[in-house]
């Protein structure tokens, strides 16, 4: 049943990358949002980097972010092409590709690193990645790290009726179904694959931060004119308990829409999770810059550097980058007709921390104090290192 329109959440504001940059020599990211800018706006998260989509060649180098640390939050790790392997001084160690997660929980104090998976390092090709960071409340940053390793087949595949799609459940709850992610506030992540021919409703929590990242396809919101495109995040107000998705309508005498640039990627995982029914209820290359901000995926910047007294990682364009333009506008009358557009999407829900954020690089804390505490514990060892 489609919900009544006063209680789908109203569309805040859209976010869309304003440059791009490289983490170490393997992570091409657009940083589509940070916590100096919106923290208060999209608390509990701090962070998203999104990375690629972009081709690697076969190499034998290692390619990745070398050791470095992290305090006061968690970082979440998803895969949509590609492969990631995480060590770090905790104990905590993975392997994860095309669906699996990584949920590290940095708490207290933790040095990790990143690379691309051995096997594809040497195979080359696309990869595509988000790493998330999520805070963590003032009386639980000090607790001791924990890492997650969340493989595809672990995660429930929740089916929408009418063939509108299917949720995958990485943590939260939806429909009855929960994620096997372990959390300290309440969260959902959602997968999203929308065949979006039908209107789909998605109930929230009232009084939650919702957030939606684009991946694939093109998504139209009830009352919004403009779609959210690839690599685009809308974020909606916290009244209500409603996402409200539309079909999208295609004009009858249009000879073309210029759609993404780049490959039509299969959704990952596909056939491998578990399923469940809802119940009703060519290539463009591209300069990358240095984030502005510090921050970014595996915190490896220059503030990082100057924590930690190393070189930086080469951080030369060297890659083909998979951008998107989005269509081109409908002009004068034409017929309009729902038009079957499949989508690939990520939505963030979580219960707001009303708590200070100071940041400093790879460190979140309450005060300025904190992070004077945490850059010191990290030069002195307190941290751990990697053997």
């Not at 004119?225 to 974020?235: D, L, W």
Request: hydrophobic share 35%; charged share 20%.
């Amino acid at each position: 049943m489609t919900a009544p329109i006063k209680h789908c959440k109203k569309l805040d504001r859209i976010l869309r990358s304003t440059g791009s940059h490289w983490v170490g020599n393997g992570f091409p990211v657009q940083t589509l949002f940070a916590y100096p800018e919106l923290g208060a706006v999209l608390s509990p998260f701090l962070l998203l980097d999104y990375a690629g989509p972009a081709e690697f060649p076969p190499t034998q180098q290692r390619l990745g972010v070398g050791e470095h640390p992290h305090r006061g939050f968690e970082t979440v790790t998803i895969v949509y092409s590609g492969e990631v392997d995480h060590r770090d001084s905790a104990g905590g160690c993975g392997h994860i590709g095309p669906g699996d997660v990584q949920w590290m929980t940095a708490a207290s104090g933790v040095v990790h690193e990143e690379f691309h998976g051995h096997d594809f390092a040497q195979q080359g090709g696309l990869f595509e990645m988000i790493q998330l960071w999520v805070n963590l409340p003032a009386k639980h940053k000090m607790t001791s790290p924990r890492y997650q390793t969340i493989l595809d087949s672990h995660i429930p595949n929740v089916r929408l009726p009418d063939n509108q799609g299917s949720v995958r459940v990485i943590a939260g709850e939806y429909a009855g179904v929960t994620g096997p992610a372990q959390t300290f506030t309440p969260i959902h992540v959602w997968d999203l694959r929308l065949s979006n021919t039908h209107p789909v409703q998605i109930p929230l929590p009232e009084g939650h931060t919702a957030a939606l990242l684009v991946l694939k396809g093109e998504l139209h919101l009830s009352q919004v004119e403009t779609p959210i495109n690839h690599a685009e995040i809308a974020i909606f107000e916290r009244q209500n308990t409603q996402l409200c998705i539309k079909e999208p309508l295609i004009y009858s005498s249009m000879s073309r829409v210029a759609g993404q640039i780049g490959e039509d990627r299969d959704a990952c995982g596909a056939g491998r999770s578990r399923d469940y029914d809802a119940k009703p209820h060519k290539k463009a290359s591209a300069r990358f810059d240095r984030n502005p901000y510090g921050t970014g995926l595996g915190g490896r910047t220059a503030a990082l550097c100057l924590l930690s007294r190393r070189t930086a990682l080469d951080c030369e364009p060297r890659l083909a980058f998979h951008p998107a333009r989005p269509p081109s506008r409908p002009c004068g009358n034409r017929s309009a007709v729902p038009q079957a557009n499949n989508v690939t999407a990520l939505l963030l829900c979580g219960e707001p921390i009303h708590e200070p954020i100071t940041g400093s690089g790879p460190f979140v804390m309450n005060t300025a104090a904190e992070i004077r505490q945490a850059i010191n514990d990290y030069q002195s060892g307190k941290m751990g290192h990697l053997s």
